[in-house]
């Protein structure tokens, strides 16, 4: 399987966010558990360009976590496949986890792999879908000796 292209967009200045190798590793991993491939843009913006996003693209009032904009596109010119893109809010992340009391890099992990497997198809809609979608988190993070997020 192709190694996946993952573009990393971070903001200057923002000291709290892992290194790009950091969330692409993370990004990998989940692309790989559910055996997929392809590749994608993981950008890291702020509370007000989030809080934009979310309600042009959700209708939702505020800033979140994380959004996943799925594309699944395969391009023409080198027969590459874009999965799409993912979008992270820095200041949501950092309170977050003061607030749930874990590191900001192992909430950033958890958020990449979340966001990730939305770009592959998992959902947490139903109860079902959230099981096995948050199965799928715990079993990568893991791999990374990050605790369940759930917990």
């Known amino acids: ?3 996946p292209k993952i573009a990393v967009q971070s903001p200057a200045g923002v000291d709290s966010v892992p290194r790009a190798t950091e969330l692409r590793r993370w990004a990998r991993a989940a692309l790989q558990k559910v055996d997929e491939a392809g590749n994608m843009c993981i950008r890291i913006v702020g509370t007000d360009e989030m809080a934009d996003l979310n309600e042009r693209f959700r209708k939702k009032k505020g800033a979140t976590n994380v959004l996943s904009f799925g ?8 027969d590459e496949r874009w999965l799409g893109d993912i979008v992270i809010c820095a200041p949501v992340v950092a309170a977050e986890a003061a607030e749930q009391r874990k590191s900001i890099r192992d909430h950033y992990a958890h958020l990449v792999v979340h966001g990730v497997l939305h770009l592959c198809g998992c959902d947490h809609e139903e109860p079902a879908e959230a099981e096995v979608m948050e199965r799928l988190e715990v079993a990568i993070l893991k791999a990374f000796s990050i605790d369940d997020p759930y917990r």
Do not use: L
């Open 1 to 3: 399987m192709k190694r």
């Open 71 to 78: 594309a699944d596109v395969v391009i023409p010119d080198g």
